[in-house]
């Protein structure tokens, strides 16, 4: 019986007794009858009252799950990378955020001209540097419409920074097997450009695979472009298939990766990708994927007018789940040159592995990329192919200490070996 009941009944013993008492007077009765009256319209508007406050806490709770941002243009939408450490957003007049920092401390035993990245200074004497420092935003517009953002503030030469805009989408759900995305984004060539953002927090080693880094900082992949991307399930049962298809404009500029200054700009054309998704449902954590991505390029270091065509094939497996990361991708750059029809395929690959145990979490990794000599656009590749080996420490949920051990082959050069800390936290 609610406190309201109580309370009316009490009245009406009360004022029975008085009633009792002075029965027969025709004031008495009507004063009872009103306040009876008054009395049920209180309960009544005590009931709206919380009606209304129930619904207004349901609104409130869907709108919250509603506006959980989903990674930035992963074949399937709506859930993070499971190898992500999971994220706590702040929310700010609509708009949900959540910063990411790093801290760096690298040194490499050989004094051969090395691309310095991110703010680290290459050669055999260990440096500090800051990485990125990364806002990433998101903010629902409606049940189907939301805007997300990646903004970068990177380290450059000198302790001096340069803004970059990862990604900067509007984001459209029609259904479940129609979702749109216009705007800036990171292309799906790949697992490790689809899964995780710039923020080193996310990922269990202190760098990503090269052939997974960003153009700007030495990687072979167009890995951001401007366009349209389409995304959704496709109906199979426990399959769990999906596809992604997207069209947009690259404007690849790429340093050599071998120090020596020069950047090869590469004027992307406007490129097609497709790909497909399978997540089963028989064994949760598991992801399989493929895709083709095409565009046409240009070896400006040798002539704007050499245009190339590229054609780039990813497949991938990957796994996580009861404590374990397993992450296998491989690649096959194709690049034609169109005046002399000569083909350069560069191979490339990685696999990496981790398993948590307690705070720590072990991990090896492995790539290798073989870019020909004679390819004038990868001639500062070559060969690379090495391990990297290493362990990740939580002390918190929201920072992370990692070391790292790499050891690099190279053609025609000696090898390199490097070491690599990193303090990385979100906020």
């Given at each position: ?52 406050l ?67 200074v ?7 540097y ?41 984001k ?28 080193a ?32 399930a ?11 298809g ?48 095409h565009d046409?390029i ?22 996580s789940?009861?404590k ?38 072990p991990?090896f ?55 690599h ?7």
């Open positions: 019986m609610s406190n309201t009941h109580v309370v009316v009944i009490a009245v009406l013993l009360c004022r029975g007794l008085a009633w009792g008492q002075d029965a027969s007077d025709p004031q008495t009765i009507r004063d009872l009858v009103q306040e009876v009256r008054e009395l049920k319209s209180e309960t009544q508007q005590l009931r709206d009252e919380l009606l209304a129930k619904a207004q806490q349901t609104s409130v709770q869907a709108t919250s799950q509603a506006a959980a941002p989903a990674s930035e243009a992963t074949p399937v939408e709506g859930s993070l990378a499971p190898t992500q450490p999971e994220t706590t957003f702040h929310s700010l007049y609509g708009i949900r955020w959540q910063g990411f920092g790093e801290v760096h401390y690298k040194v490499l035993d050989q004094r051969q001209p090395e691309l310095g990245t991110y703010g680290f290459p050669g055999s004497a260990g440096n500090f800051t990485g990125d420092f990364d806002l990433f935003l998101h903010s629902r517009l409606s049940d189907r419409t939301s805007v997300q953002a990646d903004v970068v503030f990177q380290e450059v030469d000198a302790q001096s920074y340069k803004l970059d805009m990862r990604q900067a989408l509007l459209i759900d029609w259904s479940e097997h129609l979702k749109l995305a216009f705007g800036r984004y990171q292309t799906a060539i790949g697992y490790y450009n689809t899964a995780f953002r710039s923020a927090w996310l990922q269990t080693t202190a760098d990503r695979p090269l052939v997974m880094e960003y153009a700007s900082n030495g990687g072979l992949l167009p890995t951001q472009a401007v366009g349209v991307s389409i995304t959704g496709i109906p199979s049962g426990k399959l769990g298939l999906s596809y992604i997207e069209y947009g404009s690259s404007d690849t500029i790429r340093p050599d990766i071998s120090g020596s200054g020069l950047f090869n700009d590469e004027n992307d054309g406007n490129h097609a990708l497709v790909g497909i998704v399978i997540r089963p449902d028989w064994l949760s954590g598991l992801q399989g994927g493929s895709s083709f991505f046409k240009s070896d400006s270091v040798v002539s704007v007018t050499d245009r190339f065509g590229q054609s780039i094939l990813n497949t991938y497996v990957v796994y789940g009861h374990v990361e397993s992450l296998n991708e491989a690649f096959l750059i194709r690049q034609t040159q169109l005046v002399t029809g000569r083909v350069f395929n560069t191979p490339a690959f990685y696999t990496q592995i981790s398993r948590q145990w307690g705070l720590i979490r991990f990794r492995y790539q290798y990329v073989n870019a020909s000599s004679l390819n004038t656009i990868y001639d500062d590749v070559g060969l690379r192919a090495g391990p990297s080996f290493g362990a990740r420490y939580d002390p918190t949920s929201s920072v992370a200490l990692k070391a790292q051990l790499d050891h690099t082959q190279r053609r025609g050069l000696p090898d390199l070996n490097g070491l800390l990193q303090v990385a936290f979100t906020f």
